[in-house]
């Protein structure tokens, strides 16, 4: 039987990817940061008649993180595949988003990553098999305005996977990056505001907000990245990036095709109207409220 560890497993996205693996017959381990967290998962698990066993995790300290991984293998033997899904916001331009706000945000976003992966390669070298998932975003691939601290991990959390995919190659150890948009989990809950003390900075917050307000018309929902993640993990046609939620695969697919240029001239537009619609040329995709 396949075995899965998913971290932040206590809500949103890592939750539905938790009880859904459970579901399709895995043995699934769900990490938070205490057992308390861990009733909205212990509730879903058994309306979907499954169990997720919970494991207490802070994916931001070293010594929980080898404790945890620990703990799994002893229960379980192995870890087939790891979820590294826990992860924080953080709104704000660069000149208002103090440096201990970039410290924290890359500490859980990255070398959260970096901490889990560490403690389950070792095993799944020796076995020749494995799966890390790295659940980046959109503002992974686009540097989001106004979202500089989350933006910056999530491109490293980028170039971390693809170094990482081609270092365990020879292994026969897979690495898949998910992409979603916007999604509706409760990091958008707790991320609905932005450092302005200047006051110089309304339009790029302005516009940040907007996006999400746009995207949560119809925002996609956990469930749709859990299946995706499930189908990244079991399909026989490896890809490294999979895309999904509202908004996901139209930036994704063209980012690529939006010149330095266009990009940084979008950012002097100072009508909102206009910026929607030229958001729109490149990316094919509606912002507008």
Not at 140 to 148: C, K
């Amino acid at each position: 039987m396949d075995v899965a560890v998913v971290t932040g497993s206590n809500s949103g996205i890592g939750r539905s990817a938790a009880v859904d693996l459970a579901a399709k017959g895995w043995t699934v381990y769900g990490t938070m940061r205490s057992l308390d967290k861990g009733t909205k998962l212990a509730a879903m698990a058994d309306e979907a008649g499954v169990t997720v066993h919970p494991v207490i995790c802070d994916v931001a300290d070293t010594e929980s993180v080898n404790r945890a991984m620990a703990e799994v293998l002893d229960d379980a033997g192995q870890i087939d595949v790891l979820v590294n899904n826990a992860g924080i916001g953080g709104n704000g331009v660069v000149e208002e988003t103090p440096v201990e706000t970039y410290n924290d945000v890359f500490n859980v976003n990255v070398t959260g990553i970096v901490r889990c992966v560490q403690a389950v390669l070792p095993q799944m070298r020796s076995r020749g098999s494995g799966t890390i998932v790295n659940v980046s975003s959109v503002a992974g691939r686009v540097a989001a305005i106004a979202q500089s601290s989350y933006v910056t991990s999530k491109w490293a959390v980028e170039g971390l996977s693809e170094g990482l995919a081609q270092e365990l190659a020879p292994f026969g150890i897979r690495v898949v990056i998910i992409e979603p948009g916007v999604v509706k989990t409760a990091i958008m809950a707790k991320n609905a505001g932005a450092p302005n003390e200047s006051g110089a900075y309304d339009t790029p917050n302005r516009r940040m907000l907007g996006f999400y307000m746009a995207g949560l018309h119809n925002p996609g929902q956990p469930s749709e990245v859990a299946d995706v993640i499930y189908e990244a993990v079991t399909t026989d046609e490896y890809r490294l990036r999979w895309s999904c939620g509202w908004g996901g695969p139209q930036i994704c697919a063209n980012r690529p095709n939006v010149s330095d240029e266009d990009w940084v001239a979008m950012g002097a537009i100072a009508d909102d109207a206009e910026y929607a619609q030229r958001f729109q040329e490149l990316f094919g995709l509606d912002i507008s409220l």
